[in-house]
């Protein structure tokens, strides 16, 4: 046998070690254990075996069909929104939320059920709030014990043993608590919800809930004020359940920020409350919440004044709720503009110093990018003067805080230049839609006649959220071009404490012939350098209606993307896009220029947010899909 020299092993090892990231021989396993991966809610895997030369081999590995799926032919009355849950993966199982409320364990290579728990969410109805709507459960695990945390829709936190699918009958009551007590005034089970997964820093879990906030026409219309749940957050122990702390995000008296509630309308007020994924920096030990808007968010004639700590990214001391730092995106918020989505911590270098920071998107269009230590600006953010209200009894800010970098990422405010153009008669077809209505420059309050908001109350940028690169820096944002109509009703003629509501749903406003308002993309992503604050690439997020404008005789545009929420995956080379673009698809994007590189036609209609995660040396990508009858967990890996 032929002998083999020690240079040439150390060659040979050296060439093994050099390209082993790529050929993924060393890193064998890589887990996927929150929500967006980390606790900064990057959504970025550091994973390359799925890249631009191998994504166009994916395929389904395997499907999962949701537990929801047999319960609604027993509970048809209750059929739920989308499956929007992304699961986590540790040890080789994924553990995922459905819509109805179930919890279900899953082998993660091969989609086998291990077991699933019934919350009963079911059994208090319909909620109010969203319907049945959920995105996910938490892990956590210390000196051998291993727990599934989640809330449910209908307003309780329970906590499972990972193992089992059994309650941890010492935590709380048998294993759950009842989120309706302790928020310091008696809440409709119905209004409360929990949406999104708990945050959990060392042994304290900090979870936020969704509250109705917009009584509207058409709707339940409380009769007073004080039915409208307050958004208060609160950390509990991970053990015992016990309620460590309150943060009440309407101060109360002789609290931080109570004296912008002005007549005790602090008293009265609910939500300003948040309903999204919160993000943790464990190191600190902080927490950072993305709160929404107060009620009634359309009008706040019984709530003048800003009204802290709604619309605010408020930072907290994980393991006391003590106030750490805050910042208010919108002073006395009329216009829907809550914080959609978890902050990204990044960690930036600008102007040659380091920067722990904090890039916050929003639905107007901003990216608010902050100290995450101290809550200063990174760049200056410039108060502003923004249109007055003519409701009676309104008051809207006289300023509004203006990031001055990165630029808006969508168009802000209706503006005659941004209005559709294809043809001279499609622009004067849509000056005269939006000459019937009141519009303005971004912050155009509500009004009596209707005014079309630009970007409406579903963003910009929404639940969705950025990804974001740690190792370039780069945020990928996903937004949609939406204005819609917000107009207010007078309650003279009905029995409630509400002066003014909205007029219904809030609509989209559509151009002429049945076409977009406003110049495509009506969908896009945006690549952004954090360290810079300038712009990489954007491009739109799909076709679109490009092949009906050609059809209709208009001049090719190109691209001119979709006006729809789009869920995004970040790995070492790839951004990955969910989006139905006349078939659900995953789509592969060069994360350095915004090229398509590869379409995938999912089974099912992408829901959630992707995930991805490696065992045994072979990498996945996990989604859900459908909803109703046909939720599934949607799951590619390479032959």
């Known amino acids: 046998?032929?002998?083999?020299?020690?240079?040439?092993?150390?060659?040979?090892?050296?060439?093994?070690?050099?390209?082993?990231?790529?050929?993924?021989?060393?890193?064998?396993?890589?887990?996927?254990?929150?929500?967006?991966?980390?606790?900064?809610?990057?959504?970025?895997?550091?994973?390359?075996?799925?890249?631009?030369?191998?994504?166009?081999?994916?395929?389904?590995?395997?499907?999962?069909?949701?537990?929801?799926?047999?319960?609604?032919?027993?509970?048809?009355?209750?059929?739920?929104?989308?499956f929007k849950s992304t699961p986590v993966q540790k040890d080789g199982i994924l553990y995922t939320s459905t819509s109805?409320?179930?919890?279900?364990?899953?082998?993660?290579?091969?989609?086998?059920?291990?077991?699933?728990?019934?919350?009963?969410?079911?059994?208090?109805?319909?909620?109010?709030?969203?319907?049945?709507?959920?995105?996910?459960?938490?892990?956590?695990?210390?000196?051998?014990?291993?727990?599934?945390?989640?809330?449910?829709?209908?307003?309780?936190?329970?906590?499972?043993?990972?193992?089992?699918?059994?309650?941890d009958v010492s935590f709380g009551n048998e294993g759950k608590i009842d989120l309706t007590i302790g928020l310091g005034r008696e809440i409709e089970r119905s209004r409360y919800s929990v949406t999104a997964a708990p945050t959990i820093v060392n042994?304290?879990?900090?979870?936020?809930?969704?509250?109705?906030?917009?009584?509207?026409?058409?709707?339940?219309?409380?009769?007073?004020?004080?039915?409208m749940p307050p958004g208060h957050i609160r950390g509990f122990d991970v053990n015992t359940g016990q309620m460590n702390w309150i943060f009440h995000s309407i101060p109360q008296e002789g609290e931080v920020g109570n004296e912008t509630w002005e007549d005790n309308s602090w008293r009265v007020t609910g939500a300003a409350n948040v309903w999204a994924l919160m993000s943790a920096d464990p190191e600190l030990g902080y927490v950072y919440l993305p709160f929404g808007t107060p009620s009634n968010d359309y009008y706040g004639g019984h709530?003048?004044?800003?009204?802290?700590?709604?619309?605010?990214?408020?930072?907290?001391?994980?393991?006391?709720?003590?106030?750490?730092?805050?910042?208010?995106?919108?002073?006395?918020?009329?216009?829907d503009y809550d914080l959609p989505a978890a902050p990204n911590l990044v960690d930036i270098t600008v102007d040659g110093?380091?920067?722990?920071?904090?890039?916050?998107?929003?639905?107007?269009?901003?990216?608010?990018?902050?100290?995450?230590?101290?809550?200063?600006?990174?760049?200056?953010?410039e108060e502003r003067p923004v249109p007055a209200?003519?409701?009676?009894?309104?008051?809207?800010?006289?300023?509004?805080?203006?990031?001055?970098?990165?630029?808006?990422?969508?168009?802000q405010g209706v503006n005659e230049e941004d209005l559709i153009d294809f043809t001279p008669e499609l622009r004067k077809e849509a000056l005269a839609i939006i000459n019937q209505y009141v519009y303005g420059p971004l912050f155009t309050p509500p009004s009596l006649e209707g005014t079309v908001q630009m970007p409406g109350d579903g963003g910009g940028a929404e639940w969705t959220g950025a990804a974001y690169d740690p190792e370039t820096s780069m945020l990928y944002i996903p937004s949609w071009t939406r204005p819609v109509l917000t107009q207010l009703l007078s309650t003279a003629e009905l029995d409630t404490e509400f002066d003014y509501i909205i007029n219904g749903k809030v609509t989209t406003v559509n151009g002429p012939e049945g076409l977009p308002l406003m110049k495509p993309p009506y969908g896009r992503v945006s690549a952004i350098n954090l360290n810079t604050g300038e712009y990489e690439w954007v491009v739109p997020n799909g076709e679109g209606i490009r092949q009906n404008l050609i059809?209709?005789?208009?001049?090719?545009?190109?691209?001119?993307?979709?006006?729809?929420?789009?869920?995004?995956?970040?790995?070492?080379?790839?951004?990955?896009?969910?989006?139905?673009?006349?078939?659900?698809?995953?789509?592969?994007?060069?994360?350095?220029?915004?090229?398509?590189?590869?379409?995938?036609?999912?089974?099912?209609?992408p829901q959630g947010a992707p995930m991805s995660y490696m065992i045994d040396g072979k990498q996945y990508i996990s989604i859900a899909a459908g909803g109703g009858t046909n939720a599934s967990l949607i799951t590619l890996a390479l032959p």
């Open 303 to 335: 709530r003048l004044g800003d009204n802290l700590f709604a619309t605010s990214i408020v930072c907290l001391d994980a393991s006391t709720g003590e106030l750490i730092w805050y910042f208010q995106t919108t002073h006395h918020e009329i216009w």
């Open 353 to 381: 110093k380091e920067i722990k920071g904090l890039a916050q998107v929003s639905k107007q269009g901003f990216v608010y990018v902050l100290d995450r230590v101290t809550g200063e600006p990174v760049w200056p953010i």
């Open 1 to 82: 046998m032929k002998k083999i020299s020690l240079d040439v092993m150390i060659q040979f090892f050296g060439i093994v070690l050099a390209v082993a990231p790529t050929l993924n021989l060393l890193a064998q396993d890589y887990e996927w254990l929150h929500y967006a991966n980390d606790q900064g809610s990057s959504k970025y895997a550091d994973l390359d075996q799925i890249n631009q030369e191998t994504v166009q081999d994916l395929q389904v590995a395997w499907t999962w069909a949701s537990v929801d799926n047999a319960q609604i032919s027993v509970r048809p009355q209750f059929v739920p929104a989308g």
């Open 203 to 227: 042994d304290t879990i900090i979870i936020g809930g969704a509250v109705q906030d917009s009584p509207m026409l058409g709707f339940e219309v409380p009769a007073k004020q004080i039915d």
């Open 551 to 605: 059809d209709r005789g208009y001049e090719d545009p190109g691209p001119v993307g979709l006006m729809t929420y789009v869920n995004v995956l970040l790995t070492k080379s790839l951004l990955f896009t969910a989006i139905t673009d006349g078939v659900p698809m995953l789509k592969a994007l060069d994360k350095a220029t915004g090229e398509t590189l590869h379409e995938f036609e999912l089974p099912g209609i």
């Open 389 to 411: 209200s003519n409701i009676p009894g309104e008051r809207a800010a006289a300023t509004q805080p203006f990031p001055t970098r990165p630029a808006a990422f969508e168009i």
């Open 100 to 167: 109805l409320g179930n919890i279900a364990a899953i082998n993660a290579v091969t989609g086998e059920q291990l077991w699933t728990f019934d919350t009963g969410t079911w059994e208090h109805g319909r909620p109010a709030n969203m319907g049945f709507n959920h995105r996910g459960v938490s892990y956590w695990e210390k000196d051998g014990k291993k727990r599934i945390l989640m809330g449910t829709n209908n307003a309780y936190l329970w906590s499972i043993i990972a193992e089992t699918g059994k309650p």
